[in-house]
């Protein structure tokens, strides 16, 4: 039997990390669609196309599967924010909305699913805990770069924290109604209170 070369390698890797991308991306969706109770591994690798035993080679476990499903997506949706304003800071009714915009949809469905998951699932509950910290901060710092803010100022850090618990709550309420014509009221007036609070 040949040698395994560098060639025969890369083909390999990226089927790889393709099966790992559709099974992250299944895992988010099924949490979405069917919460914490109705998204076992089996579902999720039906979902991605791969068998279990696939699903398995590439997160140990059910908790692996989905803290790294969700951090996934975060970085995902991180990396799009940054994208719309590729120059850093940039007008602040554009950024509050795209800010908010993080709150809505199947992603944060998906982490608010997680959430709920961790307040019963011991196991679950430090890895939630440390990821949802690190995505915060992460969160916290883009917003404090697109906003312009100088968190040496006194009271900008809560304003901005501020910012991003108020677009937590109105994700929230979305969850249930389209919420879209009052949260586009509330992000106006956020605005405004923001270029006072910032200067």
Known sequence: ?????????HP???????????LLEAAVACLAEHGWAGSTVTVVAERAGVSRGAAQHHFRTREDLFTAAVEYVAEQRSAALRALFPDGAAA?????????DLYTGPLF????????AAGDEEQLRPRVTELEARIGRETHRAAVD??????SRPGVRETVQGLLDMARGLGLAN????????RDRVVAQWTVLLDEALG
């Open 146 to 151: 697109l906003l312009g803010a100088d968190e």
């Open 92 to 100: 602040r009714p554009a950024v509050v909305a795209a800010l908010v």
């Open 175 to 182: 969850l249930l109604t389209d919420d879209t014509p009052r």
């Open 1 to 9: 039997m040949g040698a395994v070369t560098a060639v025969d390698r």
């Open 109 to 116: 469905r998906a982490a608010l699913h997680l959430w709920v």
């Open 12 to 22: 390999k890797q990226d089927r790889s990390r393709a099966t790992r991308q559709r």
